[in-house]
């Protein structure tokens, strides 16, 4: 498997985390995406992907875009170790709070809407950045508030933990107010004794800038 994918995406980095936890060899290609325009616009990466984003995964010459789709398919070819709990309402309770972030907070941050609304509107970016972010994740955080467990969805991490850890990342790089999200963090910590969220960091990646 080949992994295209930028060391500071959020989408990225969760494909990262999920590729480590199930013990998955891949080669690991960087595609830049502010650099010459962003080469994820650039011919080369149109042909796997049309919608010009990152991740892609190869898998036998086929080009798997989109990080949910991604982490579906590596659940089912590689069910062990799960990434999803046993029970049906847990499962969904972990795909619901990782599509919280996926279609409700990680849109928004999108880098070319940014630019997008600064161009056309004057929007700040800092601003535009830590508001979306503090607004969702404060959302998130009422939702999950009272778990019992280190983890948001049962006794390990799921997609739910592969989601979050890169948004609080990202939280805390626009300078969100992290301290305000408890229970998040409480998972965030439990998640991060796992190796696999270790080596998925962006510091560790080839293309760290």
Known sequence: ??????????????????????????????????????????????????MGQVPVLEVDGVYLGQSMAILEYLEEQHPQPALLPEMPLQRAQARRIAEVINSSVQPLQNLSLVKRLHAEFGADKVDWMRSVI????????????????????????SFAEVCLIPQLFNARRWGCNVSAWPTLLR?????????????AHPDRQPDAQ
């Open 1 to 50: 498997m080949t992994l295209y994918g930028y060391w500071r995406s959020s989408s990225s980095w969760r494909v990262r985390i999920a590729l480590h936890f199930k013990g998955l060899e891949f080669d690991n290609v960087p595609v830049h995406l502010v650099r010459d325009g962003g080469e994820q616009l650039q011919a080369a990466h149109l042909q796997r992907n049309p």
């Open 187 to 199: 998972a965030e910590m439990a998640a991060q004794e796992h190796p696999a969220f270790l080596a």
């Open 134 to 157: 503090q607004d969702g994740m404060d959302r998130l955080e009422s939702s999950v508030a009272g778990g019992v467990g280190p983890f948001l969805v049962g006794d390990g991490p």
